[in-house]
């Protein structure tokens, strides 16, 4: 295992984070207690520290359960969880991104942590009701306060999140260190915006859903597998993400390792801070994932990969590198031109 510094920050978190959001048995699926021990355990004796849960994973089980793991050692630990989402239905005030959401919902995480503060605590998602300025005003409280250590932000669009990270550094309040975002080969709209203004601003990506929900590992090619989980979800089963696919699992097959590993490992091999998020609901699963650490892709893969699963990047992007608007930026020199800013 190796670590990476999370965005902006000082602090080191291991190059692959752990998702708790299949400890408890709460939704109907997931894993019981003994076997997300089990699962903890793999990732932490490989060198893991990166943790990742929320006050709504199975109905605050996860919390619970990183909890218990975590006690004997709480300081090695960096514990991320989020707030937004509802800690209580029909009360209008105990959701959204609000300080009294915030405060409230943040307290109910420590208590079923046990922990006295959250290493990096997530706005989990925008709710456009919130000013930009209580958001940040209410985070840096609670960073002055101890309670958190670094802020980070998770499906929210990419002009907030600039816009908010330009008003912490005007304002000197904490800025957000951390993004999280759904990024995966069948998943790639956030190079669009989020990854560049991430390169940018040094902020540190966090993907879930790395592996697609499971799509990723080839077991529903052709029909096969159980595709119950993802029957409702036609983009992750559709036609095209099957020839992608095909396409990794072309590629697994010639490295010797399963398709899971190499969506992962394209994943970690960007030329910035991309740490997957993974989850498991069985120890061998856990072992599986953790093995992509033994190995990484040739640039030959990475490039087929790329290919496999290239998307539109649409406008303004596609237009300003047409040769027509190249020719009319840059006189007919653009290839006279050394520009280390071009790519992210």
């Known amino acids: 295992?190796?670590?990476?510094?999370?965005?902006?920050?000082?602090?080191?978190?291991?190059?692959?984070?752990?998702?708790?959001?299949t400890f408890g048995g709460d939704w109907g699926y997931g894993a019981d207690k003994d076997e997300c021990q089990k699962m903890f355990d793999i990732f932490t004796k490989a060198g893991g520290n990166f943790i990742d849960t929320a006050n709504r994973y199975t109905e605050g089980t996860s919390e619970k359960f990183v909890g218990d793991f975590i006690a004997s050692d709480r300081s090695r630990f960096v514990v991320a969880t989020k707030y937004s989402?509802?800690?209580?239905?029909?009360?209008v005030n105990a959701s959204g991104n609000h300080r009294k959401n915030l405060v409230q919902s943040l307290e109910g995480s420590l208590k079923?942590?046990?922990?006295?503060?959250?290493?990096?605590?997530?706005?989990?998602?925008?709710?456009?009701?919130?000013?930009?300025?209580?958001?940040?005003?209410a985070l840096d409280d609670l960073v002055r306060a101890g309670k958190v250590f670094y802020i980070a932000i998770s499906d929210t669009p990419a002009w907030i999140i600039s816009m908010s990270n330009a008003i912490a550094e005007l304002r000197g309040w904490s800025s957000f260190a951390g993004l999280q975002v759904e990024y995966s080969l069948l998943q790639r709209t956030p190079e669009r915006e989020f990854l560049?203004?991430?390169?940018?601003?040094?902020?540190?990506?966090?993907?879930?859903?790395p592996i697609a929900g499971g799509a990723l590992t080839g077991k529903y090619l052709g029909g096969g597998g159980d595709g119950n989980r993802l029957k409702a979800d036609s983009v992750r089963l559709n036609a095209r993400n099957q020839e992608i696919v095909?396409?990794?699992?072309?590629?697994?097959?010639?490295?010797?390792?399963?398709?899971?590993?190499?969506?992962?490992?394209?994943?970690?091999?960007?030329?910035?801070?991309?740490?997957?998020v993974i989850g498991a609901r069985k120890e061998n699963q856990m072992r599986e994932n953790m093995a992509c650490l033994n190995f990484k892709l040739t640039q030959d893969q990475i490039k087929r990969l790329d290919e496999a699963s290239k998307i539109e990047l649409g406008f303004p992007h596609d237009f300003l590198v047409n040769d027509g608007m190249r020719n009319n930026l840059y006189g007919g020199m653009r290839h006279a031109l050394e520009n280390h800013r071009e790519k992210w």
């Open 1 to 21: 295992m190796k670590y990476k510094l999370f965005g902006k920050s000082g602090l080191r978190v291991s190059e692959l984070c752990l998702g708790t959001m």
């Open 246 to 276: 095909s396409s990794v699992r072309e590629i697994a097959e010639d490295a010797g390792c399963s398709c899971a590993q190499v969506a992962l490992n394209w994943l970690r091999q960007k030329n910035q801070v991309v740490i997957p």
């Open 85 to 91: 989402l509802y800690n209580r239905m029909h009360d």
């Open 196 to 209: 560049p203004m991430a390169k940018h601003l040094d902020i540190a990506v966090t993907a879930w859903a």
């Open 112 to 137: 079923r942590l046990k922990s006295e503060y959250i290493d990096v605590l997530y706005l989990h998602a925008w709710d456009f009701t919130t000013p930009v300025e209580e958001v940040l005003r």
